[in-house]
């Protein structure tokens, strides 16, 4: 890539990485580098997630060579520069010279500042053990239950898959194949490296949609048969509701955002797919047919996706949490109220707290006399997978030499008959 194009990519990132210090998620500001070209802004997003996923490492390595804390501003472009050289095998001379120039961009304290910048990127561009070092650690707020839940050792792992990033895991409609994809046991395609979606075979044509390897499987798990009615409660951008359709159900996807089941819309349409759009409160919504199951994908801390979006830790404290629980709980008790005795509803969420899923489930099954879990079969899915319970339990840490997956607890239930 041509040198300018590097810097814009350079001082996009710079933008973003300001945006979440602000509050602003990465998928908030997915408009904001649109004066760039397509390729710049990928760059961008990519260097800024680099920075998000290594910035406590960054930070260990700058402490070392910096007398003073440097500003907010000077402090993300050495971070910028060290992850660049140190993780990325950015050239020392060109990364130094980039994170000079950025610096001195910043006004008078850049001028002072940039001679700082200098002289600390020289000594780090030369600075052992990066790769021993260990991963950046989930805030305290998530690491505790983490490690509570699973053992210290299973924290560490879940951080090393954070720092690596996810591979692009693709759900094709049946019998379809996509070229240099890696089947993976659950069903899922899974291709690496960097790709732009809609630029690869099959997406004009919809054979396919964008979805976590352990994001396909709460569909999977209600196993969902032709003609049956559905709702997919919660179901925007759709990945879900997609599944269902594809296999024949008919299916009513509620969500409360309008703005969000637009895409919903957008994805059926590019796949070809049906299925009623419901813009409401799944705990107002009532279905005006019999419904033969439910799909609850409960909104809840989503901090099982962290590999995918690196700034979740720098967003959250965790208050919202409490909120989120009774939330489910509640969402929970009001779709059971929609189906009829002996029918199943999936309870899924995209979180690694036991309180958001394993906990949930266990509350409901006191709550409801009667109500049981259904053990999962599915094929590809060990027997590690279950909880006690008859859950299903996936995480960062599991297919460590495939790539991972994202964290998801799901159960399917079944209505006392
Ligand atoms: C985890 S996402 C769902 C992902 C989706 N099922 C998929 O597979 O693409 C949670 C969704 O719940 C929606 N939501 C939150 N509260 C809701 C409520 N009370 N009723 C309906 N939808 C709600 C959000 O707008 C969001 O789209």
């Given at each position: ?5 590097v810097d814009m990519a350079r001082s996009g990132a710079l933008r973003l990485l300001a945006g979440v210090r602000e509050g602003l ?28 996923r290594h910035q406590s490492r960054a930070d260990g390595v700058i402490a070392a060579y910096v007398g003073r804390k440097p500003s ?189 089941l637009r895409r919903v819309a957008e994805n059926l349409k590019r796949c070809a797919l049906t299925a009623d759009l419901i813009a ?138």
């Amino acid at each position: 890539m041509a040198k300018r194009g590097v810097d814009m990519a350079r001082s996009g990132a710079l933008r973003l990485l300001a945006g979440v210090r602000e509050g602003l998620s990465l998928s908030d500001q997915a408009g904001a580098l649109k004066a760039l070209p397509p390729a710049d802004q990928a760059r961008a997003a990519r260097l800024a997630a680099a920075v998000l996923r290594h910035q406590s490492r960054a930070d260990g390595v700058i402490a070392a060579y910096v007398g003073r804390k440097p500003s907010p501003q000077v402090a993300d472009i050495l971070r910028l520069a060290v992850v660049e050289m140190l993780d990325l095998d950015g050239a020392a001379h060109g990364v130094v010279d980039a994170a000079v120039t950025l610096t001195r961009g910043l006004g008078q304290k850049g001028q002072a500042a940039s001679g700082m910048v200098n002289a600390v990127l020289r000594k780090v561009s030369a600075h052992p053990g990066w790769a021993d070092l260990p991963p950046q650690p989930m805030p305290a707020w998530l690491r505790d239950p983490v490690a509570a839940a699973y053992g210290e050792d299973a924290a560490l792992a879940i951080e090393a898959a954070h720092q690596a990033g996810a591979p692009l895991d693709l759900t094709t409609k049946p019998g379809v194949a996509v070229e240099g994809a890696e089947p993976l046991p659950t069903g899922s395609l899974r291709l690496h490296g960097p790709a732009q979606v809609s630029a690869l075979p099959g997406y004009a044509e919809g054979d396919w949609w964008v979805q976590d390897a352990a994001a396909a499987l709460p569909a999977r798990l209600l196993d969902p048969r032709p003609g049956e009615r559905i709702a997919d409660l919660c179901a925007a951008p759709g990945g879900k509701t997609l599944q269902l359709a594809a296999a024949g159900a008919q299916v009513t996807a509620v969500d409360i955002s309008p703005a969000r089941l637009r895409r919903v819309a957008e994805n059926l349409k590019r796949c070809a797919l049906t299925a009623d759009l419901i813009a409401a409160d799944a705990l107002e919504w009532r279905a005006d047919s019999p419904l033969d199951a439910i799909l609850l994908d409960a909104p809840c801390s989503a901090t099982g996706t962290i590999r995918r979006h690196p700034d979740l830790p720098f967003l959250r404290d965790g208050s919202g949490i409490p909120a989120l629980i009774d939330l489910q709980a509640r969402l929970i008790d009001h779709a059971l109220s929609l189906i009829p005795p002996g029918a199943r509803m999936v309870y899924a969420v995209c979180s690694l707290l036991p309180d958001e899923g394993e906990a949930q489930v266990a509350a409901a099954l006191s709550r409801h006399p009667g109500l049981r879990v259904d053990t999962p079969a599915l094929p590809g899915v060990p027997a590690d997978w279950i909880t006690p319970e008859g859950g299903l339990r996936t995480r960062p840490d599991y297919w460590p030499d495939r790539g991972g997956m994202d964290g998801f607890f799901m159960a399917r239930l079944r209505k006392a008959g």
